[in-house]
T-cell receptor
């Protein structure tokens, strides 16, 4: 399958600072990337969907000024957690899909390896 | 938006038994239903998927069935093995107003296979 690389895998930051997480599709063009948050022993909670060249679509309850998403190219999307607080500590994971719906139909999403964020 | 319900949340079986995980979805326009397996500390991996134009798909010990009328789909694992132990997520494609689609996941099922 296709490869999605996410960095960093682990980050510890001080409360009040910002952290940037990168998600790259290495061997395909990702027109759509998804950002999820996962709590221990819990499901994947969709935070936002980012489409290359346009603004991200945030899920209800997710603060877009807090979680800045940029999808500037077909191979890179970034999530920036601004002014991080301990309650933002979590496992963040991205996934990417290759095609636009309606062109080739819906396709499999490939996941990055995730980022464990700890805010102290 | 799409709402995906998944049951059970935990499933314990003996090695060799079958395991069934069920999901329902709310958006009748959804047309793609993947199943992911997530082992502890690892990323979710696609194990099988089904599109709305078929009712059943099988891959060795894994099968998925889809009932579009009832809007539910199920994962069936036969002859379970300890290495099948993981969290399994179902998902459904939801088409947003922008024309792009997103994946909505169920809450997951922790499958424990005892030797």
């Amino acid at each position: 399958g296709a490869v999605v690389s996410q960095h960093p895998s682990r980050v510890i930051c001080k409360s009040g600072t910002s952290v940037k997480i990168e998600c790259r599709s290495l061997d395909f063009q990702a027109t759509t990337m998804f950002w999820y948050r996962q709590f221990p022993k819990k499901s994947l909670m969709l935070m936002a969907t980012s489409n290359e060249g346009s603004k991200a679509t945030y899920e209800q309850g997710v603060e877009k000024d807090k979680f800045l998403i940029n999808h500037a190219s077909l191979t890179l999307s970034t999530l920036t957690v601004t002014s991080a607080h301990p309650e933002d500590s979590s496992f963040y994971i991205c996934s990417a899909r290759e095609s636009l719906s309606g062109r080739r139909g819906d396709t499999e999403a490939f996941f990055g390896q995730g980022t464990r964020l700890t805010v102290v | 938006g799409e709402n995906v319900e998944q049951h059970p949340s935990t499933l314990s079986v003996q090695e060799g038994d079958s395991a069934v995980i069920k999901c329902t979805y709310s958006d009748s326009a959804s047309n793609y239903f993947p199943w992911y397996k997530q082992e502890l500390g690892k990323r979710p991996q696609l194990i099988i998927d089904i599109r709305s134009n078929v009712g059943e798909k099988k891959d060795q010990r894994i099968a998925v069935t889809l009932n579009k009328t009832a809007k539910h789909f199920s994962l069936h694992i036969t002859e379970t093995q300890p290495e099948d132990s993981a969290v399994y997520f179902c998902a459904a494609t939801y088409r947003m107003n922008s024309g792009y689609s997103t994946l909505t996941f169920g809450k997951g099922t922790m499958l424990l296979v005892s030797p």
